[in-house]
């Protein structure tokens, strides 16, 4: 696991200067007032890290990630809400991830602005090189936009370097901007994420105080390459110049270990506690998936023995959620003290879902803790970004599955033990490997189903689930169930999101027109990457 740990409450003195370029709400405010304790002339580092913390508090939550993606790629399955399982999402969290994401981006925004005014720019270079911070800043924006433009399509778009018309994205004066193509985003953010790692001074900090992520500019710099390999293999055939993007992020380097991988490790206090600790303090709502238990113990997907990263992820069965979150019970490496929840079982079938909870297992302790790390990119997924862009590399493969479970914990013996006999390296074995390293990344696993159409274990709607129909140990044979999708002529995962209502209302003509441009205001509209 990663050992930075997030001063966060050192610098919330300095997050109420993000009220300085917020031009909307954050998710739980009900209004935005003055702030009399704002500047024109906040700190770089300030921002940085009020932002890179709100992102994370916003997409990692018990909402945007706990009752939308995370169980949608069935890393985790609801306990009660089950018709958000089965893709009836609130409309008002994607509104609220929407509102929020521009708002930091302002934030990100800012950071460029205050170290290119020559009257400022003085001033923040003793936070860091400008360079550094700049490129910083550019990183994260296209971070944000990914993010973006991955969940709902064509979105309104900024850029740092690229003065483009249909580029209208956070200009204060303009509350109706265009929504810019995803052909055009993405291939702007790739040439943002060089442009940004071509200006790093490597050898020198990106912060000189308050920085938790890179600590130098070699890091950033191997971050925004590993992006841009990421969203280069995603666009690959789509976007021109993706290939010569992947070779060239390649060549300028790529992560190289755990040690390169981007995570923020909250505070192991009350004060500043992960999200996912956060969403499970006053409620007891969500547990491990019965899918992916099923493909950790070998019994579905294409490896057919017991993973370790199993004992990582899951509590034993009989396990409750106060000796979870006291990190007090006795482990087991015992597969059958194992179940996942059934996931999407009928939303009227009070006496199956009592069942179901009563035989499954909720996520340890490792998970849902105060200080968790919750992960930007890491070096797993590069290597299996590399296994792929070379033509399903054994060697790539394996690194990434070692590494992989090297940052969980698992003891060197039982990865041994793991690697020794590991199916092959083929594009259904690496694409499966690495949606379990994505574990708790769920808008980048979900991405990847959509591109790939991996893993096939997956819990469609249509299909048939089962659940115990006792909550007796051993008892009664399972029960079936169909997985019924809530929304109409949804046959597979979700697509995209919904346009926010508040979009549709205030800036209708771009809406339809985006709308329009993508195929529709739909959930089963494709992504230009979606090849599934």
Known sequence: MINKSLKIGKY?????????????????????NTNPNSTDKPTSFGLFN??????????????????????????????????????????????????????????????????????????????????????????????????????????PYYSYG?????FQALDPKNITPKFASQAK??????????????????????????????????????????LRLRLGVRVKGVVPGADAAIQDAIASGVMQSNDDTVGLTYENTDNNPSPMW????????????KTLVEMLKGNKGPFGKTDPRLFQWAAPLGVTQAQVKAGNYEES????????????????????????????????????????TEVYMEYAEVEFLLSEVNGWSQMNYENGVKASMQRWGVPTAE??????????????????????????????????????????????????????????????????????????GLTDLPTRFYYPTQVQTLNKANWEAASTAIGGDQMNSKLIWDKN
Request: hydrophobic share 35%; charged share 20%.
């Open 185 to 226: 985003i993405y291939a702007d953010i790739l040439k943002e994420l060089k442009a940004a790692s071509d200006m790093i001074k490597t050898d020198e900090v990106v912060f000189t105080n308050g920085d938790v992520l890179f600590g130098d500019g070699l890091k950033l710099k191997r971050f925004a390459n590993s």
């Open 162 to 166: 690229t003065a483009d018309p249909d």
């Open 278 to 289: 956060t969403a499970n303090l006053t409620r007891n709502d969500f547990a491990i998936n």
């Open 12 to 32: 919330l003195l300095f997050a109420v200067i993000a009220s300085a370029s917020m031009t909307s709400c954050r998710q739980d405010l009900e209004s935005i």
């Open 415 to 488: 990865i041994a033990t793991y690697m020794s006999g590991l199916a092959p390296a083929s594009k259904e074995t690496v694409l499966t490997q690495k949606y379990l390293a994505l574990f708790g990344q769920p808008y980048e696993a979900w991405s990847e189903y959509r591109r790939t159409g991996y893993p096939k274990t997956l819990l469609l709607p249509g299909q048939t689930g089962t659940y115990n129909s006792s909550v007796t140990v051993g008892g009664v044979p399972s029960t079936t169930y169909t997985f019924n999708s809530l929304i109409t």
């Open 333 to 372: 490496t015992d597969p059958a003290d194992y179940a996942g929840m059934p996931y999407g079982v009928p939303t009227n079938g009070i006496a199956a879902n009592q069942s179901a909870i009563g035989r499954s297992s909720l996520f340890s302790k490792n998970i849902v803790k105060k200080n968790y």
């Open 50 to 155: 009020y932002a890179n913390k709100a992102f994370m508090d916003n997409t990692r939550d018990g909402f945007t990630s706990g009752r939308m993606t995370l169980p949608w790629v069935q890393y985790s399955a609801q306990r009660n809400y089950t018709e958000e399982d089965k893709y009836q999402y609130r409309l008002s969290v994607a509104n609220s991830m929407w509102t929020n994401l521009y708002a930091y981006a302002m934030d990100y925004k800012k950071i460029i602005e205050l170290n290119t005014d020559p009257s400022t720019a003085t001033q923040q270079s003793n936070y860091g090189p400008n360079a550094n911070q700049i490129a910083a800043a550019r990183i994260m924006l296209a971070n944000i936009f990914i993010t973006l433009t991955d969940s709902f399509g064509d979105v």
